[in-house]
């Protein structure tokens, strides 16, 4: 089956580093995306990686290494609006999106 | 302002009843998803449809439907045949599916509570 995992919750410091781990085992690979989700709110994107590597976004970066299935978002300088979910999804071989249940950070002061 | 609209909000219904949320946008997207979205879970994906008029079954489509009668909407009709249907429930855009990785653009939902 096909199968994507992330920490449920996350706690951060503001102004501190947090890295939050995706790993999947899926049927095919076409890229991965990171949305940012607030409670109640539409998910919005935040990266796509097909290639393996770092892509910097600003505070944002995210990393994937197909050979391991493994992927992980990096928010540097936490603020405390970056309190949100973060969700993972894999584009598989029929170029559906796979979701994990994502990880919701919170940034204490 | 281009972006995807969906209303209600909040939306109770009592058990039996079909309910019918709607999904607009104006993004000029051929490609519109319906997701629902439980506690502790993955976005699960209802229906989707890529052209006027077509519209393809997802994971967990039973107790759903759908119309794709123009590019702009995309209505989502909760039966009383879906055993659990207390969800938010989130619509979505992308520019095309067919074979091509396109990055999906989502509404701000509706949560939907049925008594």
């Known amino acids: 089956g096909q199968n994507i995992d992330q920490p449920t919750e996350m706690t951060a410091t503001e102004g501190a580093i947090v890295q939050i781990n995706c790993t999947y085992q899926?049927?095919?690979?076409?890229?991965l995306f990171w949305y940012q989700q607030h409670a109640g709110e539409a998910p919005t994107f935040l990266s796509y990686?097909?290639l393996d590597g770092l892509e910097e976004k600003g505070r944002f970066s995210s990393f994937l290494s197909r050979s391991i299935g493994y992927s992980y978002l990096l928010l540097k300088e936490l603020q405390m609006k970056d309190s949100a979910s973060y969700l993972c999804?894999?584009?598989?071989?029929?170029?559906?999106?796979?979701w994990g249940a994502g990880t919701k950070l919170i940034i204490k002061p | 302002d281009g972006g995807i609209t969906q209303s209600p909000k909040y939306l109770f219904r009592k058990e039996g009843q079909n309910v019918t949320l709607s999904c607009e946008q104006n993004?000029?997207?051929?490609?519109m998803y319906w997701y629902r979205q439980d506690p502790g879970q993955g976005l699960r994906l209802i229906y989707y449809?890529?052209?006027?008029?077509?519209?393809q079954k997802g994971d967990i489509a039973e107790g759903y439907s759908v119309s794709r009668e123009k590019k702009e909407s995309f209505p989502l009709t909760v039966t009383s045949a879906q055993k659990n249907p207390t969800a938010f429930y989130l619509c979505?855009?992308?520019?095309?599916?067919?074979?091509?990785?396109?990055?999906?653009?989502f509404g701000p939902g509706t949560r939907l509570t049925v008594l």
């Open positions: 999804a894999v584009v598989d071989s029929n170029y559906q999106l796979i």
């Open positions: 449809s890529q052209i006027v008029n077509d519209f």
């Open positions: 899926t049927s095919g690979f076409n890229g």
């Open positions: 990686n097909v």
């Open positions: 979505a855009s992308s520019t095309s599916t067919d074979r091509v990785v396109n990055t999906q653009y």
């Open positions: 993004l000029n997207h051929d490609a």
